[in-house]
């Protein structure tokens, strides 16, 4: 009886060992380039006014929203396409008549954790280009679009956006 015991103890340890019992997988595994907000000195704001994100789709020329009326904000976290090189991004201010449009480019390129924890898309930016509506400026301060989640672009309002 003893050694049957035993035996399923010694079992049920190389199972434990041998089976799939602990998800390695990240437990943040989105993909998002992330954008913060700053005044055309440089300093954190929040954008006190209501902005819309459009997403527009290259493959039939119309646009997505994906951000209705975010008011109060200091970033955005916008997903990335891994099928086009570029994304373009309209920016509708509440306020102005007019919007504001943001070009990234980048590149793409499958990253795997782990076999069980499927690919995720990284992205490497490789330019950014806006209009002047209500954005001063805009620049990459790092290019590498993970799930760290570490700020990606910095965008700059003039002084219609405090």
């Not at 003893?2 to 998800?23: D, K, T």
């Not at 913060?36 to 209501?50: L, R």
Request: proline letters at 3%; one cysteine or more; aromatic letters at 10%.
């Amino acid at each position: 009886m003893r050694r049957l015991s035993f035996i399923g103890i010694v079992a049920a340890v190389i199972m434990q060992l041998c089976g799939c019992s602990a998800n390695n997988c990240p437990l943040e595994s989105s993909v998002f380039c992330n954008y913060g907000f700053y005044d055309s000195e440089g300093k954190a704001i929040s954008y006190n006014d209501a902005i819309t994100i459009s997403i527009r789709i290259p493959s039939s020329g119309k646009d997505s929203i994906i951000i209705n009326q975010l008011s109060g904000a200091s970033s955005l976290k916008i997903p990335m396409s891994y099928f086009y090189k570029t994304d373009t991004l309209i920016m509708s201010y509440a306020s102005l008549v007019r919007n504001d449009t943001i070009i990234v480019s980048h590149e793409s390129y499958a990253h795997v954790d782990l076999p069980e924890c499927g690919t995720k898309y990284f992205h490497e930016l490789k330019g950014i280009w806006s209009s002047s509506t209500g954005i001063d400026k805009i620049e990459i301060v790092n290019p590498v679009v993970d799930y760290q989640g570490c700020e990606n672009i910095k965008i700059y309002f003039n002084g219609v956006a405090e």
